[in-house]
């Protein structure tokens, strides 16, 4: 079992930065590949960002793409999502996720999926104001 626990979230002006973490329990998180997501309200929850196990490969959802950094310290059992040039279509609640598998997901179009991770944290609300 795995526990994932996020930090770092709360209110930011438009064009403000967070860095959010989330630390995981255990003694392999070197061996999950981990993902963030958010769900603003009445919406669905949907695909952030991702990094495989070794932290050599990411993804990104398009309207993220050169304002977030996904990143891992696996000496630290912590993965980070930098995020710069805050907007307000920002504001969700954002969960990180595990993938127990390691090295399950090959491709961008596995880890976008939810049913792809089998852990996630109780999410941190990240808001962006106008």
């Known amino acids: 079992q795995v526990q994932l626990v996020e930090s770092g979230g709360g209110l930011v002006q438009a064009g403000g930065s967070l860095r959010l973490s989330c630390a995981a329990s255990?003694?392999?998180?070197?061996?999950?590949?981990m993902g963030w997501f958010r769900q603003a309200p009445g919406k669905e929850r949907e695909f952030v960002a991702a990094?495989?196990?070794?932290?050599?490969?990411?993804y990104y959802t398009d309207s993220v793409k050169g304002r977030f950094t996904i990143s891992r310290d696996n000496a630290k059992n912590t993965v980070y999502l930098q995020m710069n040039s805050l907007k307000p279509e920002d504001t969700a609640v954002y969960y990180c996720?595990?993938?127990?598998?390691?090295?399950?997901?090959?491709?961008?179009?596995?880890?976008?999926?939810?049913?792809?991770?089998?852990?996630w944290g109780q999410g941190t609300q990240v808001t962006v104001s106008s």
């Open positions: 255990g003694r392999t998180f070197s061996s999950y590949d």
């Open positions: 996720a595990a993938q127990a598998g390691g090295g399950y997901c090959s491709g961008y179009g596995c880890y976008v999926s939810l049913a792809s991770y089998d852990y």
């Open positions: 990094i495989n196990l070794s932290g050599v490969s990411t």
